[in-house]
T-cell receptor, first 114, second 113 residues
């Protein structure tokens, strides 16, 4: 089946540092790609998504571009804040019709220090 | 207003017991899900329901039985709890089975002793 591979964490940065979290995928079709974020003690929230090749998703200063040629969807932010400390999940959609589902990567814990 | 809510937030129980987790969404969505997140944060889908009907069952042991009394509720009942069932269980919902965005509840941390 389809799968998602994320860079291993944890990632620790100082405030205002540049962030990249790598995500690559394998898929038989043309999935949509997502980044979800889980803040401490909370459920997951959609951060951004891209539905086709070369689309760029963006939200709250985070960006990710759907790269079909490298099967990647890396998450970037130019200047992280302490409040960005969370677990970040890359995900893809697979299947069709009633079998449609999300497959998640293993998550990357980000800690931002003041 | 909480979009997707779960109860209880924490559940501690002994091996062999039977327990239930409840989930409710007030978003008017047709589709609901249960996910299991293990101690390493790996998140995997267990079940998906659409309009009260099961549409995805990801080879979950039959000790786990979801029940959807209406499309706003999806409860998870677990029989004969085992140590390996300890995890955080998340409920989620989406507008339809093919809608990309899923909305997650806050999770239920189950600890089996």
């Amino acid at each position: 089946g389809d799968s998602v591979t994320q860079m291993e964490g944890p990632v620790t940065l100082s405030e205002e540092a540049f962030l990249t979290i790598n995500c690559t995928y394998t898929a038989t079709g043309y999935p949509s790609l997502f980044w979800y974020v889980q803040y401490p003690g909370e459920g997951l929230q959609l951060l951004l998504k891209a539905t086709k090749a070369d689309d760029k998703g963006s939200n709250k200063g985070f960006e990710a571009t759907y790269r079909k040629e490298t099967t990647s969807f890396h998450l970037e932010k130019g200047s992280v804040q302490v409040s960005d400390s969370a677990v970040y999940f890359c995900a893809l959609s697979e299947g069709g019709g009633s079998n449609y589902k999300l497959t998640f990567g293993k998550g990357t814990l980000l800690t931002v220090n003041p | 207003d909480t979009a997707v809510s779960q109860t209880p937030k924490y559940l501690v129980t002994q091996m062999g017991n039977d327990k239930s987790i409840k989930c409710e969404q007030n978003l008017g969505h047709d589709t609901m899900y249960w996910y299991k997140q293990d101690s390493k944060k790996f998140l995997k889908i267990m079940f998906s329901y659409n309009n009260k009907e099961l549409i995805i069952n990801e080879t979950v042991p039959n000790r786990f039985s979801p029940k959807s009394p209406d499309k706003a509720h999806l409860n998870l009942h677990i029989n004969s709890l085992e140590l390996g069932d300890s995890a955080v269980y998340f409920c989620a919902s989406s507008l339809s089975p093919v809608t990309d965005t899923q909305y997650f509840g806050p999770g239920t941390r189950l600890t089996v002793l």
